[in-house]
């Protein structure tokens, strides 16, 4: 079988995979910050060291990371219309799906982040009168998010393959908007394989970067 | 909030008569039958990944640690970047949709090998990465000992350094084996009869997909609870005394 990108032109470029590769960037972006955020004051719950804080989020972390993601994204989209009784669009429902499900990652990440700094530290910040909240962040978290840097972003990497699950749903992501351009112009095996090739570059040249960044933050410290 | 109705798994898949003992006979199907098979498909598919991922991924993690080979090194680098940096889904349709274009002998491949060669090779990377990391986490000492003792190259990876890296990896190779489970649900897209598919054909045919998702989300539970006791016991039973004491506590 002859291979054939000839139709791979500008226009099919920008008319459908880059609208994709907008959204898979747009969903990476927003879940990573999104996820980071929410996944701090999980891991902050899980080391309180009080149980009504501890459990539930000890609960919600576990029961999330026992998941496959592509059941959160089909039972988030097709239940909660369900049961707020309207639908729900494709893309928000997987913004929404990755903030909740990512959270759940990097609340590990940042717990073992957190729990990477010194006690001594924390006792330092206490000796200064800071209050917890001071404590957290201008000694802790600094530090903390400094140290997990290079795995934060190698599981945002994951997470950018991980969107291409937005699939199941329908959503407009670079993998759909290769396959559609394949189905229309009756080229899906270029099309797939065109898809495998630009997600690979990314992917390697980001994680390349990371591996670089991690050899600099190693140095220094 | 809608009501509940427990039932549904007990209705014909046909009629969608509820059968009075759950389990359909005599040719009928109920959706709990249904759902167990679905369940079997995805411990098969599992299961046969998980065994190609570690064969695979034990070769390309030792060929990665070789002395005084370095294009073999950079080959099994390779293996390694090509599989963790492409989506699983990807891999998934490369193998099913691109692979048996290119290569017409693969045409008359059954959709579930070709979703196992997926899956099991996408693995294989990271269990690669795994075992690579296990046999450079041995002192150096060790392989010298090999040598030492006129072992060749072959004889001590068999003899000295695979027993112990084997056991060093167990914890890291029981979430790999968990995610396993995990990933199989994306055999969804090329139509394979697993948990995520008949949790898509049942709900949308009874309507009732919480209960549908409840069940389905208890299996996927169950099996990923299987393997983590299952690994707790391999890891007992093989347990070096003195040396698991010194890894316990999850260096790697």
């Keep these: ?59 919600y972390v576990n029961g999330m990371r026992s998941i496959p993601l592509v059941m959160v994204i089909l039972g988030f989209f097709l239940l909660v219309p369900f049961v707020i009784g309207r639908p729900i669009g494709a893309e928000t429902s997987a913004i929404i799906t990755f903030i909740a499900f990512e959270a759940a990652y990097f609340s590990e990440i940042m717990r073992a982040g957190i729990q990477s700094i010194p006690r001594g530290q924390v006792f330092a910040g206490q000796a200064m009168g800071m209050t917890y909240g001071q404590n957290m962040k201008l000694v802790i978290l600094p530090q903390a998010f400094r140290n997990m840097l ?14 291409s699950l937005v699939y199941a749903i329908g959503a407009y992501d670079l993998l759909k908007g290769f396959e559609t351009a394949g189905k229309n112009f009756g080229r899906p095996t270029e099309s797939y394989l065109l898809a495998a090739v630009v997600y690979f570059v990314i992917c390697f040249s980001l994680s390349y970067v990371v591996k670089r960044l991690h050899k600099k933050i190693a140095i220094i410290r | 909030m809608a009501n509940w109705d427990w039932q549904v798994f007990c209705k014909d898949t046909v009629d969608g008569e509820v059968v009075a003992r759950c389990f359909g006979s005599g040719g009928s199907v109920t959706y709990l039958d249904w759902m167990l098979s679905a369940w079997g498909w995805t411990v098969s598919v599992s299961v046969c990944a998980l065994l190609l ?173 299987a393997i983590n006791r299952i690994m707790a016991f391999i890891e007992k039973r093989v347990r070096v005394p003195g040396f698991v004491a010194a890894s316990g506590g999850g260096g790697h």
């Design chain 2, 53 to 225: 991922a570690l064969i695979v991924g034990s070769i390309v993690g030792v060929l990665r640690t070789l002395p005084d080979s370095p294009w073999v090194v950079r080959l099994g680098n390779a293996w390694v970047e090509l599989f963790r940096n492409i989506p699983l889904l990807v891999q998934i349709f490369l193998w099913y949709y691109v692979v048996p274009t290119l290569i017409p002998p693969m045409r008359s491949f059954p959709p579930f090998l070709l979703v196992v060669i997926a899956l099991g090779l996408f693995t294989s990377a990271r269990i690669a990465e795994q075992v690579r990391a296990g046999i450079q986490a041995l002192p150096k000492g060790q392989r010298y000992a090999g040598m030492a003792v006129g072992f060749t190259t072959a004889q001590t990876y068999r003899y000295v350094i695979l027993p112990m890296a084997y056991r060093i990896i167990i914890p890291p190779l029981t979430s790999e084996s968990m995610n396993i489970f995990k990933n199989s649900s994306v055999a969804f897209a090329v139509s394979i009869a697993e948990l995520t598919q008949f949790y898509l054909q049942a709900g949308e045919e009874t309507s009732r997909q919480m209960e549908i998702y409840i069940g389905v989300i208890f299996l996927y539970f169950i099996s990923a609870m």
């Design chain 1, 150 to 163: 290079p795995v934060l972003l190698t599981q945002t990497i994951i997470l950018f393959q991980d969107t």
């Design chain 1, 1 to 59: 079988m002859e291979l054939d990108f000839g139709f791979y032109n500008w226009g099919v470029i920008s008319g459908f995979v880059l609208k994709g590769l907008y959204f898979s960037i747009f969903l990476t972006i927003v879940a990573t910050l999104g996820g980071v955020f929410f996944g701090t004051l999980l891991a902050l719950m899980r080391l309180s060291g009080q149980k009504w804080l501890d459990l539930p989020a000890a609960a």
